[in-house]
C-alpha cells in the first residue's frame, strides 16, 4: 500500500468525507490499556519501535521531543532507525496495536492513508476489517497532556521491567530483517534438479509479499530474485499474487476502474520476466467481480445484486458485468505476455457474485439459477478472456466454498482446455482429537490428506477431461503460522507420498502462508511416483539440511515434533480464532473483555470460540500434548546441533529458535486456557475457600505466562521471522513480550500476590547464613520468619536418628568417622567447628519445629541401606516415621520425604504409603520422571537447579510431579529456579531470599 505524509493524508480525507468506513459510526467500547497509567502511554510504548517519532508527535498534537520524553519516562532506548518496511509490510501491525486506542481519523494519520486507500485495505486486504472483529472501537481522539502522578508511573513501569532483568537496549535483530537474503541470488545455491516429482505445476505465494495491491511497488519488492531462486531450488515451479480486476483494467462502461493500471501492468511484466529466468510462471488470484458500495449501481441497477453489509455483489446475470470480466482479462493477458494464468475462487472470500455466499435467493434475476450455473459462468467468462489474451495460460479453478451438490454442474461447463480443477486434500478427512469426532474443514498440516471426499472429485475431474490440483499446506497453516515453517515433517512426507499415488496433477503448497522456502518444500519436490515409504524421501531431505551425520538425529526430532502435532485439536473455530498465533504476546485479562475472538486478529479472552467444539479441558489437554511433542523435539535437536558440521550450526542454532519459539506458544495456549477457566472460578466463587483456590491458581498462571514471555522475548530479538505472516504482517514484535512481562505483573498486584511462587525452603537450615544443620541455624531461620526446612537424616550404628549430610563428621564437626558407624553416645559429644554446637537429634528438631503453625519439613533420607543397621532400610525408614508421628506437627504443618536413593523413598513408600516423596536427581528428563511415577502416591522431583529447562519441568507437572529445586546457593539461583517454573526449591540463603519480598 503506498503511503502518504500525514499533512496530505488530512487534506486526502477532507476530500473524501463521503467515503464511509467499515464499522462507522464506531459505538462500542475500547479494551482498556493496562497496564498503562494513561492511553498516551499505551500510545507511545506501542508504537515506539514501528511509527517515527515526528509522525507520533504529528497524531495526538505533541512534539517530537514531548513524545520522547514519555518514552524516556516508560525506559525505552532512543528511538532506533526504523526499517521502511513497515510502511508496505507492516501497517496490519500498527493498527491492530492501536485499534483499541486511536479512533479512524488517527489511525488514518498514524499509517499514512486517505480515507480511499484505508477504505481499500479494510476491504480488500484479506478480510482485515473481519480480522480487527468487524467492529470499530469507539475511541475519543488522543491528544497530548500532561497528567499529574502519570510520570512516577511510567517510571515504576521502567523499574518492573529492570526487576525482570529486561534490558530495553539489548541488541536485536532488526525487524524485517529476514528480507535481506532474498533480495538477491546467492551463487553458491546449485540450479534446480532437472528431475521433476509427480507433481508437473508446483504453486507457492511469496513469504515476504504485500498482500492488498503489490503491484503498486515499482521494485515488485513480493518477489525479490533471491527468493524466487530460492523457490525455484526448492522445486516451485510458479507462484501467485493478490489482485483486484478494477485495478488491472480500464473499460469505457466502468471510469471508475483502472486508476493506476498502467502502472501495476508495467510492474507485472516486469515479475514476469523475472520470474522467467529461474523457470517460474507467475499466476493472478481473481475473487471477482468484488463487491461494490451501492452508491456504485446508481444508473446501473440492472448490475445490482444482493446485499451483504455495506456493498452489494455484482449481479452475473447481467451481460454486461460477463462481459467486463472477460474483456478485462483479455487486456490484462494481452499486455502481460507469458503471463502464466490465474487462480479463481468463486464462492467464498469476499462477496463476488450473487452465488458466492449463497445469497442469490434475493436476487430477482438470479433466485432461479442453479448456483453452480452462476459460479460456472464467471469462471468461464474470466478464462475465456485469459485465453484470447494468451492461448498458453491456464486456469487453476477452485471448488473452495462450492455447495456440494454443484459441483458437477460446475465441472461439467468448464472449458476442457487451459483449466485445472483444484480441491483442497484433506478436507472433508474425519478425525478424533481428544476423544472428539469431527472432520477436516480447513487446511492442515496435523491432519494427513487425501481424503475419501477429494479423491473422488479429482477422479471426476479427471473423467470429465480436467486436469487436477491439489491444495495443500506444506510449511505452515492456521493452527500455527507465526515461525517460517513447522518442522513436522513426517506428516508433510506422508501427504507428499500420498498424493503422488492419488493421480493429482499439480500442487499448490501454500495459501498466503507457509511458503518460506523450507525443508518441507523440498520433500514435495524429493518425492518420487514410486516410492514405497517416507524413510528415503526424509533422508535425502535430512542430508541436504545438515549432513549424513546429523540424519538420525534430525529424523528423530522430526518424528517428535509429527506425533506432538498430530493432537492439535483442530477445527475451523480454533485455527482462526485461537490465541496460538499471538501467544505470549496475548495479554491476560484480569476482567473479561466481551469482545469476540476476531479471525486470526486479536484473540481477547474468547476462550468459548478459541476450543470450538472441544470442551475446554480436552482443548487444554490436546495443546498440552502439542506443547509436550514440541518440547520432546526441540531436547533431541539439540542432538542435530551438536553432530552436524561446524558450517551448518549457526543455521541449526537459529532453526532451533523458532521451534522453541512454537513451544512456547503452545505453552502459553494452556496457560491462557486455564487462567480463563480460574479467572471464572474466581468470579463465581460463593466461599471464600473456592475464591482463594482460584486466585492462588490465577497467580501461578500469571507467573508462568511472564516467564513463558520472558523466555521467548531472546528469541524473538534474535530472529526477525518470528511472529511474522505476511497477511497479518507482524502478530507481535518484542514490545509486545515486554508489555505482557508488565501486564503479568498487574495481574499478581490486583490479586495481591506475591511476584514469586517458587517456595524457598531453607536448605540444612540456610548454610550460607547459619552453621548448617544445627539447632541455632533452625532458630534463626525461625527468628526470622522463616517456615520451610530441610535438613538431612542418618541413623547411628545403635539406630539413633541425627541431623548430619556428609558421610564423614569431620567437615563440620570436631571428630573423625560417621554417623553410622558411631554410637549415639560418641555422636553426642560431637560439636561443631564454628559455634561448638552439638549434632542435632531427630527428636530436638521436631520439638522445636512442630510447633510452628504452617511449617514445611523436607527430611532428607541420607544413610544409604547398606549402612542402615542390619542392612535394614524399611526399619531406618520406620524409625523415622514414629520419630514424627511421636511429634505431631501444628495446624497446616507437612513433612516430606526425600533422597537420592531409590530404594530409600520405595522403603518409606511401604511404610507409610500415604507420605510424599521427592526423587532428588541431577536432571528431570522422561526417564526421571518415569522412575518418580513408578514409586506411586504424591511425589515430585527436586532436580540441581539449571539442570531442567521449563519444558521438562513442565512435562512433569503434566505427569501430576510437582518439580523442585536443589542448591540455589545465591538470591540468583533462587530467581533462576522460579523462572524454571519450580515449585520449591532448597536454599542457603533464606533470609536474602525473604528479604527480597519472597513468602515463606
Not at 444508473?299 to 458485468?321: D, N
Not at 518442522?487 to 511458503?515: F, I, K, Q, T, Y
Request: with cysteine; glycine share 8%; aromatic share 8%.
Amino acid at each position: 500500500m503506498r503511503l502518504l505524509a500525514v499533512g496530505l493524508v488530512m487534506v486526502a480525507m477532507g476530500c473524501a468525507a463521503d467515503i464511509v468506513l467499515p464499522g462507522e459510526p464506531a459505538e462500542r467500547a475500547p479494551v482498556g490499556y493496562a497496564p498503562f497509567p494513561d492511553r498516551l502511554s499505551a500510545y507511545v510504548w506501542r508504537n515506539w519501535f514501528c511509527v517515527p517519532k515526528e509522525r507520533l508527535a504529528e497524531v495526538v498534537g505533541a512534539t517530537a521531543e514531548q513524545i520522547t520524553g514519555v518514552a524516556r519516562e516508560l525506559g525505552l532506548p532512543p528511538q532506533p532507525e526504523l526499517p521502511p518496511e513497515w510502511a508496505k509490510k507492516g501497517y496490519i501491525t500498527v493498527l491492530r496495536r492501536n485499534w483499541h486506542l486511536l479512533p479512524y481519523e488517527q489511525l488514518m494519520a498514524l499509517v499514512g492513508m486517505d480515507r480511499k486507500a484505508f477504505r481499500f485495505a479494510l476491504a480488500e486486504d484479506d478480510f482485515l476489517f473481519g480480522k480487527m472483529g468487524s467492529v470499530k472501537p469507539l475511541c475519543e481522539p488522543l491528544r497530548y497532556a500532561e497528567g499529574e502522578g502519570i510520570s512516577a508511573v511510567r517510571r515504576r513501569l521502567a523499574d518492573l521491567l529492570r526487576e525482570e532483568g529486561v534490558d530495553p537496549v539489548a541488541p536485536e535483530e532488526p525487524r524485517f530483517a529476514f528480507i535481506a537474503p532474498f533480495k538477491n541470488p546467492d551463487a553458491a545455491i546449485p540450479p534446480s534438479e532437472k528431475e521433476s516429482p509427480p507433481f508437473d505445476r508446483r504453486l507457492i505465494f511469496s513469504y515476504c509479499a504485500e498482500y492488498g495491491d503489490p503491484l503498486m511497488d515499482p521494485e515488485i519488492a513480493s518477489y525479490p530474485d533471491g527468493l524466487l531462486q530460492r523457490l525455484a531450488h526448492t522445486g516451485v515451479n510458479a507462484v501467485w499474487l493478490h489482485t483486484v480486476l478494477r485495478t488491472l483494467a480500464k473499460d469505457p462502461a466502468f471510469p471508475e476502474f483502472g486508476e493506476g493500471s498502467e502502472v501495476r501492468i508495467a510492474n507485472l511484466r516486469k515479475l514476469v520476466a523475472r520470474a522467467g529466468q529461474y523457470g517460474i510462471r507467475v499466476y493472478l488470484y481473481m475473487n471477482e467481480p468484488r463487491a461494490m458500495p451501492p452508491a456504485f449501481f446508481t444508473g446501473r441497477e440492472g448490475m445490482l445484486g444482493v446485499p451483504e453489509g455495506a456493498v452489494r455483489a455484482f449481479c452475473t446475470s447481467s451481460p454486461e458485468v460477463l462481459r467486463w470480466l472477460s474483456d478485462a482479462m483479455e487486456s490484462v493477458f494481452t499486455q502481460v505476455p507469458g503471463l502464466g494464468g490465474i487462480l479463481t475462487i468463486t464462492a467464498s472470500e469476499n462477496l463476488t457474485s450473487c452465488a458466492s455466499h449463497g445469497g442469490q435467493a434475493w436476487c430477482p434475476r438470479c433466485k432461479n439459477r442453479p448456483a453452480g450455473e452462476i459460479i460456472a459462468e464467471v469462471n468461464t467468462a474470466l478464462i475465456a478472456g485469459m485465453a484470447r489474451g494468451n492461448p498458453d495460460a491456464e486456469a487453476l479453478v477452485w471448488d473452495w466454498g462450492w455447495p456440494d451438490d454443484q459441483v458437477a454442474t460446475v465441472m461439467a461447463r468448464l472449458p476442457k482446455k487451459q483449466v485445472r480443477f483444484m480441491s483442497v486434500s484433506e478436507w472433508g478427512l474425519p478425525i478424533t482429537r481428544g476423544g472428539i469426532a469431527s472432520t477436516v474443514g480447513e487446511y492442515s498440516l496435523s491432519a494427513v490428506g487425501p481424503s475419501q471426499r477429494t479423491v473422488a472429485r479429482w477422479d471426476a475431474a479427471h473423467a470429465a477431461g480436467l486436469k487436477t490440483m491439489a491444495k495443500v499446506q506444506t510449511g505452515a497453516t492456521w493452527e500455527f503460522c507465526v515461525i517460517p515453517y513447522l518442522p513436522v515433517m513426517d506428516l508433510v512426507a506422508e501427504h507428499a507420498l500420498n498424493l503422488s499415488r492419488s493421480g493429482a496433477d499439480g500442487v499448490m503448497l501454500s495459501w498466503s502462508l507457509g511458503c518460506y522456502p523450507s525443508p518441507n518444500l523440498k520433500l514435495f519436490q524429493t518425492v518420487r511416483r514410486g516410492d514405497t515409504g517416507i524413510d528415503g524421501m526424509l533422508d535425502r531431505v535430512a542430508e541436504s539440511e545438515y549432513g549424513k551425520e546429523a540424519v538420525p538425529a534430525l529424523r528423530r526430532a522430526w518424528t517428535l515434533f509429527s506425533d506432538g502435532f498430530r493432537e492439535y485439536p483442530f477445527h475451523i473455530g480454533t485455527i482462526y480464532n485461537g490465541p496460538q498465533h499471538m501467544g505470549p504476546a496475548n495479554p491476560l485479562y484480569f476482567e473479561p473483555t466481551g469482545y469476540q475472538a476476531t479471525m486470526v486478529g486479536i484473540p481477547y479472552d474468547d476462550l468459548d470460540r478459541w476450543r470450538s467444539i472441544y470442551p475446554a479441558e480436552i482443548w487444554i489437554g490436546q495443546m498440552e500434548k502439542v506443547r509436550q511433542g514440541f518440547a520432546r523435539g526441540c531436547e533431541a535437536y539439540r542432538k542435530v546441533i551438536e553432530t552436524c558440521a561446524e558450517a551448518n550450526r549457526a543455521k541449526a542454532e537459529r532453526e532451533w529458535g523458532t521451534y522453541r519459539a512454537a513451544e512456547l506458544h503452545f505453552t502459553s495456549c494452556v496457560a491462557q486456557g486455564r487462567f480463563i477457566l480460574a479467572r471464572e472460578r474466581f468470579r463465581t466463587a460463593t466461599d471464600d475457600a473456592g475464591r482463594e483456590a482460584a486466585r492462588a491458581e490465577m497467580a501461578r498462571l500469571a507467573r508462568e505466562e511472564l516467564a513463558t514471555a520472558k523466555e521467548l522475548l531472546p528469541l524473538v530479538r534474535a530472529d526477525s521471522r518470528i511472529g511474522y505472516e505476511c497477511s497479518n504482517h507482524y502478530f507481535y514484535i518484542p514490545q509486545d513480550l515486554r508489555e505482557k512481562i508488565l501486564c503479568c505483573r498487574a495481574v499478581l498486584e490486583r490479586l495481591g500476590a506475591p511476584r514469586y511462587g517458587c517456595r524457598p525452603v531453607a536448605h540444612r537450615g540456610g548454610s550460607a547464613e547459619f552453621e548448617e544443620n544445627t539447632l541455632a541455624a533452625f532458630e534463626g531461620c525461625l527468628k526470622a520468619g522463616i517456615r520451610a526446612f530441610e535438613t538431612d537424616i542418618r541413623i547411628s550404628r545403635d539406630g539413633a536418628l541425627f541431623l548430619m549430610h556428609d558421610d564423614s563428621v569431620s567437615r563440620t564437626m570436631k571428630g573423625e568417622g560417621t554417623i553410622e558407624t558411631l554410637s549415639a553416645d560418641a555422636i553426642g559429644r560431637l560439636r561443631s567447628k564454628r559455634g561448638n554446637e552439638p549434632v542435632p537429634t531427630l527428636d530436638a528438631f521436631l520439638e522445636k519445629m512442630a510447633p510452628v503453625p504452617g511449617v514445611y519439613l523436607q527430611l532428607e533420607l541420607k544413610s544409604a541401606p547398606a549402612a542402615c543397621p542390619g542392612g535394614d532400610a524399611e526399619a531406618y525408614c520406620r524409625a523415622i516415621r514414629d520419630r514424627v508421628a511421636a511429634h505431631p506437627l501444628a495446624e497446616g504443618g507437612q513433612c516430606v520425604y526425600s533422597s537420592f536413593n531409590l530404594d530409600l523413598l520405595r522403603a518409606m513408600r511401604k511404610v507409610n504409603p500415604d507420605v510424599p516423596l521427592i526423587v532428588l536427581t541431577s536432571a528431570c528428563t522422561e526417564r526421571e520422571i518415569a522412575l518418580a511415577k513408578a514409586l506411586g502416591g504424591p511425589v515430585a522431583i527436586s532436580c540441581k537447579t539449571g539442570n531442567a529447562s521449563r519444558s521438562q519441568i513442565l512435562n512433569a507437572r503434566a505427569a501430576g510431579i510437582r518439580v523442585g529445586g536443589w542448591a540455589a546457593g545465591t538470591l540468583t539461583r533462587y530467581r533462576l529456579a522460579d523462572a524454571l517454573g519450580c515449585d520449591f526449591v532448597t536454599t542457603d540463603v533464606p533470609v536474602e531470599v525473604m528479604k527480597s519480598g519472597v513468602r515463606f
